[in-house]
T-cell receptor, first 117, second 111 residues
């Protein structure tokens, strides 16, 4: 079956611009999470959506936002880009029902590498 | 969320077992231990998870101590392709299963 698909794979933006990243989860998965990975901070949780509702949120400023659609696809948006937003952004999907239903945990996509110049 | 402690790096000879330890002394009774690995520039890959009992799948074995304060991931016959950063994560599912990644263990499998 198809994995988690993230688009685009690479993106270059200018400071002050905004960006939207897309994530298509595995078919049947209702939970989508977003993570930011940088060399200095490692992998950090941004937020999680389940059935179109934000269920968890990490410690990121309000410039980072997301949403989930009825087909479970998700987008995240970063407004007023800063140089420090340059990172690999990873999306992960799961069934969302906990380990009894979720024997394989989260499946990650290959990520979108964002460079802010 | 319970914190985990892992050694920053380990070496293993190809063909030998790799034993990666993890301390999670503040784990609560309903939290699971998950292991993921990340090969350079790829998304993390799920390996295995457990609650109390030892678990085994086609990739690895997970040994959890009786008091649940620590665990060991075992790759029985390490290959060069197992070179990666391995993350031990404690996950509670009541409010959704967010993953809090630590720094992980960088495993180098050498010929």
């Amino acid at each position: 079956k198809a994995g988690v698909t993230q688009t685009p794979r690479y993106l270059i933006k200018t400071r002050g611009q905004q960006v939207t990243l897309s994530c298509s989860p595995i078919s049947g998965h209702r939970s989508v999470s977003w993570y930011q990975q940088t060399p200095g901070q490692g992998l950090q949780f941004l937020f999680e959506y389940f059935s179109e509702t934000q269920r968890n949120k990490g410690n990121f400023p309000g410039r980072f936002s997301g949403r989930q659609f009825s087909n479970s696809r998700s987008e995240m948006n970063v407004s007023t880009l800063e140089l420090g937003d340059s990172a690999l952004y990873l999306c992960a999907s799961s069934l969302g029902g906990g380990p009894a239903l979720n024997n394989y945990g989260y499946t990650f996509g290959s990520g979108t590498r964002l460079t802010v110049v | 969320d319970a914190k985990t402690t892992q050694p920053p790096s380990m070496d293993c000879a190809e063909g030998r077992a790799a034993n990666l330890p993890c301390n999670h002394s503040t784990i609560s009774g309903n939290e699971y231990v998950y292991w993921y690995r990340q090969i350079h520039s790829q998304g993390p890959q799920y390996i295995i998870h457990g609650l109390k009992n030892n678990e085994t799948n086609e990739m690895a074995s997970l040994i959890i101590t009786e008091d649940r304060k620590s665990s060991t991931l075992i790759l029985p016959h390490a290959t060069l392709r197992d070179t990666a950063v391995y993350y031990c994560i404690v996950v509670g599912w009541e409010k959704g299963g967010k993953l809090i990644f630590g720094q992980g263990t960088e495993l180098s499998v050498k010929p």
